[in-house]
């Protein structure tokens, strides 16, 4: 069973002595429990895994039980040590400081608990952690399986990763493309708003965050103004509260407002955003007939070509301290801005032979003074090589 980089991070900390939670935290199906499942038949400590994904309301006590049960693991004459994992955890309301709680005596009594916690909802772990575990934890981020992995542990073509995106669970579906699509649309799509977002975030209009994230697909690698979103979407709501709805999709792994570069974090805040799916199997299910008449509409083509350029540099850059942007003047565009610390890499992405010139890399060049000026297809850096190394190797 192919192993992602992931695996030999999490059991190289939980071989080490219990200092820190350590976090898995990423998308819906991106496989956080297998990588887990397969850490834990290669280590040799008692384990003792729960999820709060079940029928039954879980509450604080549930994580207590859960702790009395490992805990007892700790006392076998052979180990001193033992393994909690808690699946889901996001679900349990008020998680984070029943954690703390228990963590902190553990601390205090010398009893050698590991714990390893997994969520599927990034923007509600992350609130907990920064509001209760503050210098407990460290976080292993699990994202989108880039094109690398899907073609070694399941040997998709390039352009299969285009279309069908990096699903796992979704890879031996893509023949029968109505059953890839119905696992697409009811198993994480739908999954992903009604449970990570509509039931534990408060939103009021959930069928405008439900057709912001349709324009997200169809809009995948454009920008776009609020304003100009709540036209598209028939509705009288302000600007403020689809700025709030992007962020809990972003929050959620599905969709990204990617904000300009400008230098100045003031006015990228003010900025209209660049909608980015991040997942491309999303925005294919959603708006494409089939696999075959995408490959034939060479300019949809091309909208594919670059939201999958995005989606890798935004799910490579998690955890690593790098911002992704796009630049926009007037007439002149830049696709991607990478930024880590002072360093600038301007991306642009060529699916055609049709365009002969890059005005835009030009300008923003001779005014930002990048690093690096990379073209990414045709007469440039092919788009398999770009695809197959993260975001910081282009800095």
């Not at 352009?159 to 029968?176: K, M, N, R, T």
């Amino acid at each position: 069973m192919y192993k992602r980089e992931s695996f030999g991070i999490l059991i190289s900390r939980i071989k080490e002595p219990r200092k820190f939670i350590q976090v898995l935290s990423g998308p819906r199906q991106t496989g956080k429990t297998t990588l887990v499942q397969q850490v834990i038949a290669q280590i040799d400590l008692p384990v003792h895994y729960a999820s709060a994904d079940d029928p039954a309301l879980q509450d604080k006590i549930w994580i207590e039980q859960q702790w009395e049960v490992a805990k007892l693991k700790t006392q076998n004459e052979n180990y001193k040590e033992a393994v909690l994992v808690l699946d889901e955890i996001q679900k349990i309301s008020g998680w984070s400081d029943i954690i703390k709680k228990l963590w902190d005596a553990d601390s205090r009594d010398n009893i050698q608990l590991k714990l390893v916690l997994l969520g599927s909802a990034p923007l509600l772990i992350q609130r907990g952690l920064t509001e209760s575990l503050a210098g407990r934890f460290e976080l292993i981020p699990i994202t989108h399986w880039s094109y690398s992995e899907m073609k070694k542990a399941f040997n998709y073509s390039l352009d299969q990763y285009i279309y069908f995106g990096g699903y796992p669970g979704a890879s031996e579906l893509i023949h029968d493309e109505e059953r890839w699509r119905q696992y697409i649309l009811n198993s994480l799509i739908e999954t992903t708003i009604s449970r990570d977002i509509l039931l534990m975030s408060r939103v009021d209009k959930p069928a405008l965050l439900r057709r912001l994230f349709q324009l997200g697909c169809e809009y995948s690698g454009q920008i776009l103004s609020f304003t100009k979103m709540l036209g598209q979407l028939h509705d009288a709501g302000n600007t403020t509260t689809l700025a709030h709805y992007l962020e809990l999709l972003s929050g959620s792994g599905v969709l990204y407002g990617i904000q300009k570069y400008a230098g100045e974090s003031v006015r990228r805040r003010a900025s209209s955003p660049k909608l980015q799916i991040l997942n491309s199997g999303l925005m294919n299910a959603m708006i494409y007939s089939n696999y075959k008449a995408a490959l034939q509409d060479r300019n949809s083509w091309g909208r594919l070509v670059e939201s999958a350029v995005g989606a890798h540099l935004i799910n490579t850059s998690v955890g690593k301290a790098i911002n992704v942007y796009y630049w926009r003047e007037r007439n002149a565009e830049v696709d991607f801005v990478l930024k880590r610390g002072k360093t600038l890499s301007a991306i642009e992405v060529r699916s055609s032979k049709k365009r002969t010139s890059l005005p835009g890399m030009k300008i923003f060049a001779k005014k930002w003074n990048p690093k690096r000026k990379i073209l990414v297809g045709s007469d440039g850096i092919p788009l398999e090589e770009f695809l197959s190394k993260p975001a910081e190797f282009w800095l």
